[in-house]
């Protein structure tokens, strides 16, 4: 029984970090059509950015990482909307190009954090009550991980109440349908554009912190491995929708648990893959597809 | 006095396709004037360019003698240009009332306006527009252009696939609508035509062929059935 409960809160911790990231990716291509490969690099530069501003203000570790992480996420909104007006505006309606500057900006932006700070893995800031463990029904459960899925669940709450009680919201929700018809009404749809790339890319950057917690190091490779946990998530939670994206990290996140654990090591990846291969034969759209709610 | 739009020489390439081949007329101010022509003649596309929904090759688009031709969709609308779309294009995951409050611009919204001419819509407020009926989502289309004070209505096709009692409900509120604002109306119903339309341009393979009073283009049966292939009031 404890084991099954600490793999059920492990699962559901990985499947906050696979949420934070698929729900800006999600947004993103429902909205604009956009399948960022780039991604990945908002969640490597967002950690770095936390590990180095925490680094530079020193003093115990919930300092640094609380003001750190705060800035790397500012910071990953901010290198996401400058991505949105410098090459991807640039480039709507020509998806190949699209993609292409996005897989060539997720190269670059790798390359750049590791000619700046190496490729060895640093170490996060993680405070002591986070490493220590709580029991639950006999499992000894890392803090950590209510954390991070006490985090996620609170973007869910914030995001779903944004999308629903908001105008903003309101005009996120009607683009993912018809982002033509939304300019008809004579609203500037370029500048929705801007700010979900900017909150897609803060999502990203809290992951990568999140993800410095639960590993409790950093390295050039998080993004891009996370990245490719959460495309499969948007693709089984459907483009465009919050709650498909916040089911689907969940279930991705425990499968990956119970199949590592249950089957054999490794296997969860590859329970992973034959669930979205599932899917896409049964409900190729996704589980909510094109509503952002 | 100035028309309330005026388009000059406009082009338009679809792909391969030179689907406007330089069309020009004026829409005066005040009432309904009707664009008509057979299928695929570039009616439709002459809307979407004007909306800057599709890309205008060349050519001068002029509101109230303002050029617009280089705005942007959401710029022309703000200059007070509303748009009825052929498919009618509601959001289907949206209540009518998100809808509604979506085309909400500067100004006072005419709340009361639209729940007069389409009272159903007050109470479906609530329901997802995607769950409508087509007659009851065309209300919605219309609702959403009428919400605003605009100087010009585009309104695409309100009348296909809609019962003959809707098509009698939806041509009413376009009569009352055409008494606050100048409407510009894709319709294949000449009797709709008939009962509201003022003028008429007509098109024929991406260029104007005729533009003159309706009454007097609908009182030549001969000259209808050649420009469009009907015999007048019988569509």
Known sequence: MSTFVLLTITGLGLGAMYFLVASGLSLIYGLMGVLNFAHGAFITVGAYLAWWFGDQIGGGAGTRLVVGGALGIAGGALVAALVELVLIRPLYQRPIEQVLVTVGLALALGALVQGIWGADPKPFPVPSWMIETTTILGASVPNDRFVEIGIAAAVLVGLTAFLRYTRFGLVIRAGVENRGMVSALGIDVRRAFTIVFALGGALAALAGVLSGVYFSVVDPTRGTSLLIFAFIVVVIGGFGSIGGSAVAAVTVGLIQQYANYYASSGTGDLAVVLLLAVVLLVRPSGLAPRVAH | ?235
């Open chain 2, 1 to 235: 006095m100035t028309p309330a739009l005026s388009v000059g020489d406009l082009h338009v390439h679809l792909g391969e396709s030179h689907v406007l081949q330089g069309i020009s007329f004026d829409v005066p101010a005040g009432g309904v004037t009707a664009l008509l022509g057979r299928n695929g003649v570039g009616k439709t596309t002459t809307l979407r360019a004007l909306m800057g929904l599709v890309p205008r090759s060349r050519g001068a688009i002029a509101l109230a003698g303002d050029d617009v031709s280089r705005l942007a969709t959401h710029a022309v609308v703000r200059r007070g240009v509303g748009y009825v779309p052929e498919d009618r294009d509601v959001f289907a995951g949206l209540t009518v009332e998100e809808n509604l409050r979506l085309a909400e611009r500067s100004g006072e919204p005419r709340y009361e306006l639209v729940h007069d001419l389409f009272p159903e819509l007050r109470e479906r407020a609530g329901q997802r527009a995607g769950t409508l009926s087509g007659g009851q989502q065309q209300m919605v289309a219309i609702a959403r252009a009428l919400l605003n004070e605009n100087s010009l209505l585009l309104v695409d096709e309100p009348t296909k696939g809609l019962s003959p009692l809707l098509v009698t409900d939806v041509a009413a509120a376009l009569e009352r609508a055409a008494e606050l604002t100048t409407i510009l109306l894709v319709e294949q119903n000449l009797q709709v035509v008939q009962r509201i339309a003022r003028d008429v341009v007509v098109l024929d393979a991406g260029r104007v062929v005729h533009a003159g009073p309706a009454e007097e283009l609908l009182a030549d049966q001969e000259h209808v059935r050649r420009l469009l292939g009907v015999h007048g009031g019988t569509r």
